[in-house]
T-cell receptor, first 112, second 112 residues
Framework: NAGVTQTPKFRILKIGQSMTLQCTQDMNHNYMYWYRQDPGMGLKLIYYSVGAGITDKGEVPNGYNVSRSTTEDFPLRLELAAPSQTSVYFC???????????FGPGTRLLVL | DQQVKQNSPSLSVQEGRISILNCDYTNSMFDYFLWYKKYPAEGPTFLISISSIKDKNEDGRFTVFLNKSAKHLSLHIVPSQPGDSAVYFCAASALPGNQFYFGTGTSLTVIP
């Protein structure tokens, strides 16, 4: 049981490039989340999903897109990378909306 | 606007003593609160939760207190151990939403 896995661990992007951050969970959780954590700040919710085919915006969705075609996977897409997107990105999953969230190890992204 | 605030960025405590981490919130609709612990280069891990119908919840060395009138919660760790050294985040959620709002974290150092 691997829990929540994220790839890559670290990536450097040039301004304007695009990339997809991968997130997979093997706990059969319905809910999945993407957060970003900037230095000295708390986690901010980017997008979340309550089940396959259903996604919704969080606090800071601009510049990102998500899809949820399966229960297990919840990729996060950056279309035109900007320096403001330099951050650590965490994916999480939970059984329900008020349940404990289990986090992946994070992806550190640097946009130059 | 930060709805969940942790005003102490850091805290140092001697091993064996009590650690008290504080968290304040502004949204009176928050009804569920959690504490997460985070080690460097890892994702946050769930520690303890409390619902707004309670004012205290205990789990081993960890106790969370909720004061709804003051919009304040605190995490007590007794006795503190060096392995407790980590960043602690509080998070809050309001019905009917599925979003959790995180504080900025408090870095706890337990000195042997």
């Amino acid at each position: 049981n691997a829990g929540v896995t994220q790839t890559p661990k670290f990536r450097i992007l040039k301004i304007g490039q695009s990339m997809t951050l991968q997130c997979t969970q093997d706990m059969n959780h319905n809910y999945m989340y993407w957060y970003r954590q900037d230095p000295g700040m708390g986690l901010k919710l980017i997008y979340y999903s309550v089940g396959a085919g259903i996604t919704d915006k969080g606090e800071v969705p601009n510049g990102y897109n998500v899809s949820r075609s399966t229960t297990e996977d919840f990729p996060l897409r950056l279309e035109l990378a900007a320096p403001s997107q330099t951050s650590v990105y965490f994916c999480a999953s939970s059984r329900g909306g008020k349940e404990t969230q289990y986090f992946g190890p994070g992806t550190r992204l640097l946009v130059l | 606007d930060q709805q969940v605030k942790q005003n102490s960025p850091s805290l140092s405590v001697q091993e064996g003593r009590i650690s008290i981490l504080n968290c304040d919130y502004t949204n009176s609709m928050f009804d569920y609160f959690l504490w997460y612990k985070k080690y460097p280069a890892e994702g946050p891990t769930f520690l303890i939760s409390i619902s707004s119908i309670k004012d205290k919840n205990e789990d081993g060395r960890f106790t969370v207190f909720l004061n709804k009138s003051a919009k304040h919660l605190s995490l007590h760790i007794v006795p503190s151990q060096p392995g407790d050294s980590a960043v602690y985040f509080c998070a809050a959620s309001a019905l009917p939403g599925n979003q959790f709002y995180f504080g900025t974290g408090t870095s706890l150092t337990v000195i042997p």
